[in-house]
C-alpha cells in the first residue's frame, strides 16, 4: 500500500484544487491554507482501495490527480458504482453528517491523489462559516439528484441506453479527455458495474456499436465516431 503522507507544505496545485471546490470556493486564503494545513494526502495505485464500507468515515474526500470510483458490493460480491470522481470532486460527505461508517467503498481507477480534510475540522468549519455549510447543502442536494437519476436509469433504461451514456458523459466531460481519460480507465467489468449489469452484457453492446460504425474499440480506449447515433441509443 502506498504510504500516507501528511500535509506540511504548500502546493499551489492542492490548493488550487480546494479552492474549486464548492464548499471552501468563497473561502479567503488564509482560511484555505488551515483547511489545507489540516488535511493529509494519500497516494494510491491503480486498484488501491481508500477505504471500504462499514469502515469509520476520516473525513471528507477530495480527488487532486486520477479518478475513483465509490461503489456498492452486495454479499454476492457483484459491484454497483455509484459516483465515479475526478479531479476537483468530492465524496464520503454522509457519514460526517450522520456518523455513521463509509456507506459504500472507494478504490482508484488510475493512479491518483486523494486529499482527506478531517470530520471534526470540517464540522467547526461550518459552525463557523454559513458559506460552507449552504455550499455543502447544495452539493449534497445535486448528489441526491444523481443518486435519483441512477435508480432511474438502472430501473427503466435499457442496457444498451445506459452503456451509450456512460460513454457519452465520459467523452463529453472536460475532465476526462477521450483518449487516456475516464475512456481509457474503464474494463468491460467497469463499465458493467456502473450500468448494474454483467461484462458480457456490455461487451455484446458495445460490439453492436461497433458494428453499426458508431464507436471504435482500441486496446487502451473508445473513440466515439458518431456521437449523434450513439445519443439515440439514449
Do not use: W
Not at 27 to 46: H, I
Not at 131 to 159: G, K, N, P, Y
Amino acid at each position: 500500500m502506498s504510504p500516507e503522507k501528511t500535509a506540511k507544505e504548500e502546493s499551489p496545485t492542492a490548493l488550487d484544487i480546494l479552492r474549486h471546490v464548492p464548499y471552501f470556493a468563497a473561502l479567503d486564503g488564509e482560511t484555505l491554507r488551515q483547511v489545507y494545513a489540516s488535511s493529509r494526502a494519500r497516494s494510491l495505485d491503480t486498484g488501491e482501495m481508500l477505504f471500504a464500507e462499514g469502515g469509520q468515515c476520516q473525513g471528507l474526500c477530495v480527488v487532486e490527480t486520477g479518478l475513483m470510483r465509490i461503489y456498492k458490493t452486495s454479499p454476492a460480491g457483484r459491484e454497483q458504482v455509484l459516483l465515479i470522481a475526478g479531479p476537483g470532486d468530492s465524496f464520503n460527505e454522509v457519514p460526517i453528517f450522520d456518523g455513521g461508517p463509509n456507506p459504500a467503498s472507494a478504490t482508484a481507477l488510475a493512479p491518483s491523489r486523494v486529499r482527506v480534510i478531517p470530520t471534526n475540522f470540517l464540522l467547526e468549519s461550518m459552525r463557523s462559516n454559513p458559506q460552507i455549510a449552504a455550499s455543502i447543502l447544495a452539493v449534497m442536494s445535486r448528489r441526491l439528484r444523481h443518486l435519483t437519476m441512477l435508480v432511474e436509469d438502472l430501473s427503466f433504461r435499457h442496457v444498451s441506453s445506459r452503456v451509450a451514456k456512460v460513454l457519452l458523459q465520459a467523452s463529453e466531460s472536460s475532465r476526462y479527455p477521450a483518449q487516456g481519460g475516464l475512456l481509457g480507465s474503464l474494463t468491460q467489468q467497469e463499465m458493467a458495474n456502473i450500468v448494474g449489469t454483467t461484462r458480457q452484457v456490455v461487451a455484446r453492446s458495445l460490439k453492436e456499436m461497433e458494428e453499426q460504425g458508431i464507436i471504435e474499440r482500441h486496446r487502451k480506449h473508445i473513440s466515439i465516431l458518431k456521437p449523434a447515433l450513439l445519443r439515440r441509443f439514449v
